[in-house]
T-cell receptor
């Protein structure tokens, strides 16, 4: 009963390094999302996908790239990490974009030094 | 655009106290409204939802009524428990946009 799984759970990077966060869901959901959570800012949408092979920009897309090569996976990449990208990242999936429930992973805490 | 404004926290209550967390929204069209809860160290999970005006969502003793005339969806619980300590997020969705969240309200319930 995995639901939405994010890896890694924790990561420390130096400024300028690159990394990829992996999100995997086993519910056959079409829609997947990446959010970041910062103190006092709530959740802000980075990128999302409405199906395999599609991606779209959210509210705060700069500095991130995403790919959805397989329906069950949604990757979030940081090409050149910056301290401003220190955050907790949440992946979510849903069967519909409006009115449907979002299922969240447990989060990935990223620190950029 | 769509936006959600919820009361700033933190909110600290004694066990068995009455809880209200205010949420108002701005949206184009007719949104669906949600409350999500985040327990410490976990991701968000849906608490309740309402999809049209005057609907009442309820779950685990929590309630919220979709008020179109005041564009509000306030969360209430008659008697909070220590286990209700969490961060609560109000959110909305419309037909063309992904879910938009408020900034969250941290609730601490003390015994």
């Amino acid at each position: 009963n995995a639901g939405v799984t994010q890896t890694p759970k924790f990561r420390v990077l130096k400024t300028g390094q690159s990394m990829t966060l992996l999100c995997a869901q086993d519910m056959n959901h079409e829609y997947m999302y990446w959010y970041r959570q910062d103190p006092g800012m709530g959740l802000r949408l980075i990128h999302y996908s409405v199906g395999e092979g599609t991606t779209a920009k959210g509210e705060v897309p700069d500095g991130y790239n995403v790919s959805r090569l397989k329906k069950q996976n949604f990757l979030l990449g940081l090409e050149s990490a910056a301290p401003s990208q220190t955050s907790v990242y949440f992946c979510a999936s849903s069967y519909s974009r409006d009115g449907g429930e979002l299922f969240f992973g447990e989060g990935s805490r990223l620190t950029v030094l | 655009g769509n936006s959600v404004t919820q009361m700033e926290g933190p909110v600290t209550l004694s066990e068995e106290a009455f809880l209200t967390i205010n949420c108002t929204y701005t949206a184009t069209g007719y949104p669906s409204l949600f409350w999500y809860v985040q327990y410490p160290g976990e991701g968000l999970q849906l608490l309740l939802k309402a999809t049209k005006a005057d609907d009442k969502g309820s779950n685990k003793g929590f309630e919220a009524t979709y008020r179109k005339e005041t564009t509000s969806f306030h969360l209430e619980k008659g008697s909070v428990q220590v286990s209700d300590s969490a961060v609560y997020f109000c959110a909305l969705a419309t037909g063309n946009t992904p879910l938009v969240f408020g900034k969250g309200t941290r609730l601490s319930v003390i015994a």
